[in-house]
């Protein structure tokens, strides 16, 4: 069974960042897209960051120009998320997700990280 292994996460002040890796245990093939979601206190959780065929990145608006996501498929399938001038409204559990083509692309399976904390208080 593939896991997805978070870390980064911590508490930063506003203005600062914090870089979140997510590295899957074993290659991962047939990779629709990679994203990070986060979900704050009594909130849905939200899309945060997308990255599609390896290169084409999709923001949500609030975080646009201010976070970057990227992957890394050398040793590893990994996905990142660089976030610069935090606010506190960026508090939230940033969970990663992979989601891979199956049946020949008729379905698609989603993978979770276990989500890492990350705090924005002065």
């Known amino acids: 069974q593939v896991q997805l292994v978070e870390s980064g996460g911590g508490l930063v002040q506003p203005g600062g960042s914090l870089r979140l890796s997510c590295a899957a245990s074993?290659?991962?093939?047939?990779?629709?897209?990679m994203g990070w979601y986060r979900q704050a206190p009594g909130k849905e959780r939200e899309l945060v960051a997308v990255?599609?065929?390896?290169?084409?990145?999709?923001y949500a608006d609030f975080v646009k120009g201010r976070f970057t996501i990227s992957r890394s498929d050398s040793a590893k399938t990994t996905v990142y998320l660089q976030m610069n001038s935090l606010k506190p409204e960026d508090t939230a559990v940033y969970y990663c997700?992979?989601?891979?083509?199956?049946?020949?692309?008729?379905?698609?399976?989603?993978?979770w990280g276990q989500g890492t904390q990350v705090t924005v208080s002065s």
């Open positions: 990255i599609r065929g390896g290169s084409i990145t999709d």
């Open positions: 997700n992979i989601a891979q083509q199956r049946n020949y692309g008729a379905t698609v399976y989603h993978y």
């Open positions: 074993e290659m991962i093939f047939s990779i629709n897209a």
